[in-house]
């Protein structure tokens, strides 16, 4: 499932494909040989040609937005965000909530087509997202992306209300940026904690 746009734009695309496959079909039961293999082949560069165009316009499209490839809990299921900006704001100690305005309008199953989600997490959102190049999934098409990052994330069970319309919110469990953070914590426990740190190692040893 990707945040992309109306369903008659994803089925318009099929359109060239099917018309150049019922060209091809009419050509090989009318047209006398050899007339009828030439326009087989003319149909199969169109169909592939316009496969090229169709992917390269969605690169176009996706280029100006970020892009999460979000595996959802408990569901697991993968899902496409593309964001245009982001909003952050402090909720507690460490604890924020971001909202992620979508450049798509996203067709959610329970909430419909919606314009932004909610994510909270910890540490700063710049923290935790690691934006790089990779690949994005958009229409049936996996399309080249320059801002891209993995993440796993908690759908809660109650939405948020904004302006009266519903939003999902999700838990940030994990992104891009996750691992060298972790490290460095686990590095600064074991400094604080010799008795940690010689547990550790002993622990190590058993493996």
Do not use: C
């Not at 060209?23 to 039961?29: C, D, K, S």
């Not at 909430?111 to 049936?140: C, E, P, S, T």
């Amino acid at each position: 499932m990707s945040a992309s746009g109306s369903s008659f734009e994803n089925y318009g695309m099929l359109v060239p494909f099917l018309i150049s496959y019922f060209v091809m079909i009419v050509a090989r039961y009318t047209l006398p040989d050899p007339y009828s293999g030439y326009v087989a082949i003319f149909g199969i560069f169109i169909m592939f040609g316009g496969m090229v165009l169709v992917s390269f316009r969605e690169t176009l499209a996706v280029a100006k937005f970020s892009h999460l490839s979000a595996w959802i809990r408990p569901a697991w299921k993968n899902m496409h965000f593309f964001y245009s900006h982001t909003e952050s704001k402090k909720i507690s100690d460490g604890r924020y909530l971001t909202e992620l305005r979508l450049g798509f309008l996203f067709n959610h199953p329970e909430y419909g087509k919606i314009d932004k989600i909610f994510v909270y997490h910890n540490l700063a959102w710049k923290l935790r997202i690691k934006l790089r190049q990779g690949f994005a999934w958009r229409n049936g098409f996996v399309v080249e992306h320059s801002n891209t990052d993995h993440v796993v994330m908690y759908e809660h069970s109650k939405p948020l209300t904004d302006h009266g319309i519903f939003y999902p919110a999700y838990d940030l469990i994990e992104a891009g940026s996750d691992y060298p953070y972790m490290a460095k914590v686990v590095r600064e426990s074991l400094v604080e904690s010799p008795d940690m740190a010689i547990q550790v190692k002993n622990e190590a040893r058993k493996i």
